[in-house]
């Protein structure tokens, strides 16, 4: 078990990450207000090149390590021994999650932008809510196979992540608040202003 738990931590890592460096390339804002094309940039443009690390890193990657495990680079074979089967299957659920991550990214790009980079609101209702919705699709999954008995501390679980996600996102430490510029420094007092006040010292 130390393997996957090990890459579920690494998941976490990245995944982690990515809200508040995608933060980064939020249109700048004037007034307040988040600058639009042509002088700006919608949350679109920087989800191109999300894409483009995609592509990269999991298209090169991903044959280089089929190479180097002697994988099969034919998408079309019949599995031996496993009738109806063929190696098609890798590629139409992979096409499928990859389809679900990308309009999942555009979800949190688009959800970080109009949120002004706010990583600490955004990713504990993503990943708390990903734990939820795994839940229910394995629900859902189990139950095309027959009868499901369900504990009901799973909705309690539920619940308590919900819970833990509002937590989370109220006290995690936030940014110091901006300065208030500092009260201007009173004037000197003039000369005519200060002698009456040595003659009244001089009186007394």
Not at 150 to 171: Q, R
Not at 190 to 204: F, G, N, R, V
């Amino acid at each position: 078990m130390l393997i996957p738990i090990l890459f579920a931590i690494g998941t976490a890592l990245f995944w982690g990450c990515y809200g508040p460096t995608i933060g980064n390339a939020q249109t700048p804002r004037v007034d307040g207000k988040p600058l639009l094309p042509p002088d700006g940039w919608t949350p679109f443009k920087p989800y191109v090149f999300i894409g483009i690390a995609y592509l990269v890193i999991a298209i090169v990657g991903g044959l280089a390590m089929m190479k180097v495990k002697g994988d099969s680079f034919n998408y079309t074979a019949a599995v031996p021994g496993v009738e109806g089967v063929t190696h098609f299957l890798p590629a139409k659920w992979g096409f499928l999650a990859g389809a679900l991550g990308a309009f999942g990214a555009l979800c949190l790009t688009t959800a970080m932008m109009t949120s002004r980079g706010n990583a600490l609101l955004v990713m504990p209702i993503v990943f708390g809510g990903a734990v939820s919705v795994t839940a229910i699709v394995s629900i859902i999954k189990l139950r095309g196979h027959g009868p499901l008995e369900i504990n009901p501390m799973l909705w309690v679980g539920m619940g308590l992540t919900v819970v833990g996600v509002v937590l989370v996102a109220m006290n995690t430490p936030h940014g110091h608040a901006p300065k208030k510029p500092a009260a201007a420094v009173a004037e000197p007092a003039t000369d005519s202003e200060s002698e009456p006040q040595s003659e009244s010292a001089e009186t007394l």
